[in-house]
């Protein structure tokens, strides 16, 4: 908790405390009318009801006002997003859930406490674009209704315990990429016509571990489709395979295996050269062995098990390139083993156990150091050619070879228990709390914990950690674009029974020992909702994430919940308590508030709520700094240590901190001596002192003591925008993300010049002034050089010219006085920036003069392709780049009267943004838990192809073997 203490409050502060509370109070007052559309409202409050364990701020009757976690709301204060992964939610889903008319996203995964069946009438979300229900405790079937959900691109309701038969309405879902109804008990037969085959958009047909019955039903395929994933493993499907498979060119992955199938392999399986695993073992299929010859992206092969025609060694043995793993145990194949199979291709194990093979076998001319295992048991084998090459696991158990040799290696069935991965530990062990774990970077705490599932992997080597490190980089990757995390950790890995590859995974905090609730809803949703989406060669995956709430997460946000109702209330009968008698009772009062502050913020972790709507983001907030002393700060920031330095810069350095009550803070520290410091210093600290914005920086506090002059801002964890733009953050900003960059820079300007009072003029933007936060909202900063302009009607001020060269507005330059327009221009110099990610002045050549005099609007992109930022991917769709670029240039018009004011830039931008496909309002103007990454936006979804500027489409990221 934080205390009081430490965040002593300077008396100078005292009366503008006092405003302080009157803007809470008067906030307070518009709150009690609730934000949230009765309607939502009244069906959150019913299911709220119905569930046990919900969120701990799940009190008021205002889920939209009051940013309850796990609740999105749009500009009108309607429900368009409910996001409650693994935090353990007891209860039944009602058809309340129908009158949430705006929903777009449902994400209930991982809470096995959720029970019953689904409500038919889900079927009237018409907006619904995700419904991801994996990993819950739903039964009975799958209502017809879910037919209507005709914007649904992702449905999964995976892992659950749906019975009866998929119905065909899912057929009327023409928008669906991802389909996953695998690891329930459905039965029936596979619809169609009406059914699947009219799913042309599909992706994905997750339907494995199921018992579904009847043939494959040929009609299901057809070259109109788009599958690349088909899993059908695990059931009970009989009949053959249906020769219209070779007409989905876009397939990579096959699951058939485990079922009852009968008849030959379609002949030309082989059409299909983008598969690379291909699983047909446990089945009775028939006829020829299937010839694979030419599929040259193939590395995992198991046809194990079935009943093919006797045959010799197939041609195709040694002749595919990307074999990591060959399983054909029991298939009648007879003849000598080619040597060359072995070195031809980045092969790791061979499994060909319980064939006729004969003669002599040649391991001799081995090269391939990740071969690891050759399993020829039961065969013909008549004598072995060792020499040198091979050393690692062979065994020949069962062949004549082994006759006379029981005591050869070779002959002995080696112990196979492979040791199992675990993510080492960088450090010397210490001892954690009995219910906290040792995180790989030496930490105590709360991991959030589950189990991944590899349904198909294209290799098979699982003790080589290459894999695992790997998973661990893309998983914390994923990760860390939305949450604080420390590190990953991956343990227990071992191939189950579906012939899933399954392991364990642990995710651990950054700078806390526990994840918040709306940390843990993020997490899991960027598993149930694939938004990480790991290296091709791991192939498809589910993830079963556990609740988090551990004993102590519950005492805690128990604690934090009923302060804020309690205090509330203190705060509301003060108010009138003061109303009646005046300024007395305000030193208590205001200390309660600070407290409650300083409550919410514990109870969300390190998320800052800000309220985006239009209400009351309009209203200038003042807002108390808080004063440290010097020993506060020192003690934040671990003395100021090399290990905590965030940045340098001319008027110092920036240190990370983290406050008692946990909050993360950023630490700017003026060199000594520094003169112009001192000015700046107080600019700041009264500027930010009376502005509040979501675009803008927040100040939490200074400290000016010791002749040191320090100021403690909310930490932004994404570093600048420069840094992004230049690759230096690790954040990619593809076209979409520098539109919402921008889109919040501009905003932030806007409230700066048209509704803070006095307007203000920033004097410095550029790119190292806005900040990204984990959402990657802008987040405009360094008001050192701010000015505000006093006097209205004149409009401008006299001042000395400060700014950064090349973002100067020559206006000012020329004739010394600062007007709004003169950020304009800065801001347009800016987004010409962000489409060339060069410095402005570059090698002599000025960014305005060039773009000017190379624009040529006759041709596409204006023909500006020279000065475009590689990044961007001249193959991606710019939506928008024409006006953006149009907007830019109006921007530096060399008379400020020519240059549009930053409301009309909003607009403009907001108008791009639309062109480009987005929804300007989808992220900003939302509540808590918006993601500039669109990976949260309910319309983009990352794996549905146009929305997330990954590279496109999903083979690129595929590791090559070589
Ligand atoms: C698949 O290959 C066969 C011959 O191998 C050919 O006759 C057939 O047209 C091909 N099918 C498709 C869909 O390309
Ligand atoms: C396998 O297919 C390839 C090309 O499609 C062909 O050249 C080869 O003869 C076939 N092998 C067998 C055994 O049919
Ligand atoms: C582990 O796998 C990687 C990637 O396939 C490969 O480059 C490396 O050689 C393998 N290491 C061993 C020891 O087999
Ligand atoms: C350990 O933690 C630090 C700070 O949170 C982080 O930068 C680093 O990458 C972590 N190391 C590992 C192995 O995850």
Redesign the pocket.
Known sequence: MASPSHCSCSSRLAHQRCLVFFLGFLTQMLVVTSDTNSQDAAALNALATLWKDTPSNWRSSDPCGDNWVGIECNNESRVTSISLSSLGLKGTLTGDIQYLTELQALDLSYNKGLTGGLPSSIGSLSKLVNLILVGCSFSGKIPYEIGSLSLLTFLSLNSNSFTGSIPSSIGNLSNLYWLDLADNKLSGTIPVSPGLDSLTHTKHFHFGMNQLSGIIPSKIFS?NMQLIHVLFDNNNLSGSIPPTL??V?TLEVLRLDMNSLTGPVP??L??LTKVAELHLANNQLMGPLPNLTGMSALSFVDMSNNSFDESDVPSWFSTLPSLTSLYLEYSRIGGQIPPAIFNYSPLQTVKLKGNRFNGSLDVSAIENSQLELIDLQDNNISSIVLGGGYSKKLILVGNPACDQHNDLAYCKIPQLSAPSYSTPQNCVPVACASDQNLSPNCTCAYPYTGTLYFRSPSYSDLQNTTYYHILERELKASFLNEVPVDSVSLNNSFVNSFDNLEMNLQVFPSGKTSFSEVDVSRLGFILSNQTFKPTSIFGPFYFIGQAYPAAHEIAMSKKSNHLPVIIGAAAGAAALALVLIGCAAFVITQRTKVKRTAERRQASGSWNFTKGSSSSSSIPQLKGARHFSFNDIKKCTNNFSEANEIGDGGYGKVYKGVLNNGQLVAVKRAQEGSTQGVLEFNTEVELLSRVHHKNLVSLVGFCFDQDEQILVYDYVPNGTLKESLSGKSGVRLDWKRRLRVVLGAARGLAYLHELASPPIVHRDIKPSNILLDENLNAKVSDFGLSKPLGDKKKGHVSTQVKGTMGYLDPEYYMTQQLTEKSDVYSFGVLLLELITAKKPIEHGRYVVREVRLTMDKSKDLYGLHELIDPALGLGNRLGGFEKFVELAMKCVEESGIDRPTMGEVVKEIENIMQLAGMNPNADSASNSMSYAGASRSPVRHPYSNESFDYSGTEPSSRLEPK
Do not use: F, I, R, V
Request: charged share 10%; glycine share 12%.
């Open positions: 070259s070779g007409l060119k002949s030309h082989n059409n």
